[in-house]
């Protein structure tokens, strides 16, 4: 709200709880991500305690590899983080759209997108669910949204290759133009309520809401083979007693996010076509135990085709080798990085690198 109310943005996600230290330090995708990098990239410095009591103030010049680890290393694993600098853009005015079709689409939509959302202009940003669940009695849903910071008049061009590789007319096709920070508490589920309410602490109006998910961070098109596998999933969400909505969401990469090289800081998936989440949301006290279960299977269901990447900002207890697939190649790095700054793991996590 500061931000928006000084005309100045910043590339961040869509959740209204999402505390913005960590969405940094695990590299950060959103809305405005094509458009504005990673989260991450906009870091200029960052003043870290680390285990032996020392406070650093760390930038590209200045202790330049607790830096690096710091733009997508992953939250807890160096120090307590008590304060970033970082540059911000122009507040744009943000169109968002968002088109529905029938599921039985599916596979054309899935393909079509795979191709285009990661390849378009970098102002254009969009993602693709599938979903599933009781919330859903007439069967699985298909929903494209996104944002545009463009010209709106534009938008309709930008689409027009999408759409034209897709045989189904959408069954909707809407959107309307709105100031950056009305855009984002809008994405936030709090453009009809106070500031102050946009939480969910003592006089919140938002809810937590129980789920269990996972990520995948592809870098190939999934075929046809894997565009079936992937809905059969979708589909079988129906048949898991309980979850209310699940499924998975196709967030696009691309823009500049490329700009940096996949070394230039700890996130490694510079070159990645998307980031995926598979989710699955149940009734607050549910035994989480069977929802695990889907998300999970959905993810290694398709790792003959998209492989074992991941997002370290959607951890995932079960994954075999999590320094990997965070990280990839940066992952020794990484480990060199936390040997000098916390030689006796103080700040060991599950998943320490």
């Known amino acids: 709200t500061a931000l928006g109310n000084a005309d100045r943005a910043i590339a961040a996600g869509s959740c209204p709880t999402v505390g913005a230290i960590g969405l940094i330090l695990g590299g950060g995708v959103g809305v405005l991500t094509r458009a504005y990098g990673l989260s991450c990239d906009a870091l200029t410095a960052v003043d870290i305690v680390t285990a032996d009591g020392r406070l650093h103030h760390a930038t590209a010049t200045k202790e330049p590899e607790l830096f690096w680890a710091c733009r997508g290393g992953g939250g807890g694993h160096l120090g307590v983080v008590i304060s970033m600098t970082r540059t911000t853009h122009p507040a744009p ?19 079509a997108w795979q191709g285009w959302a990661p390849q378009a202009d970098p102002k254009l940003w969009s993602t693709l669910k599938l979903l599933a669940g009781t919330k ?17 008049a534009a938008l309709t061009a930008q689409l027009a290759p999408l759409l034209s590789a897709i045989p189904t007319i959408p069954t909707r096709n809407s959107a309307s133009t709105r100031s950056y920070l009305d855009a984002m508490m809008s994405y936030a589920g709090c453009s009809t309520i106070p500031l102050a309410q946009c939480q969910t602490g003592d006089g919140g109006r938002l809810r937590r809401q129980s789920f269990s998910a996972t990520s995948h961070v592809p870098y190939l098109e999934l075929n046809s083979v894997g565009i079936g596998t992937l809905l059969d999933q979708v589909s079988a969400a129906s048949a898991v007693p309980g979850l209310t909505e699940g499924g998975i969401s196709m967030d696009a990469l691309g823009g500049h996010v490329r700009d940096l090289a996949p070394t230039a800081t700890a996130f ?13 949301n149940f009734e607050n006290g549910a035994d989480p135990a069977p929802f695990d279960a889907y998300v999970r299977g959905f993810r290694s269901a398709l790792e003959p085709e998209w492989g074992d990447g991941a997002y370290v900002n959607y951890a995932d207890a079960s994954l075999p080798d999590p320094a990997t697939s965070y990280f990839g190649d940066n992952a020794t790095r990484l480990a060199a990085v936390r040997a000098k ?10 998943q320490a690198y």
């Open 136 to 152: 859903y009695t007439d069967g699985p849903g298909l929903y494209l949204s996104g944002t545009w910071i463009g010209p709106k």
């Open 341 to 350: 700054y916390d030689p006796n793991g103080l700040f060991t996590q599950p």
């Open 268 to 280: 490694p998936h510079r070159t990645a076509l998307m980031t995926v989440q598979y989710s699955a």
């Open 93 to 111: 005015q943000v169109t968002m759209f968002s088109l529905e079709w029938p599921f039985a689409s599916a596979a054309s939509v899935v393909k």
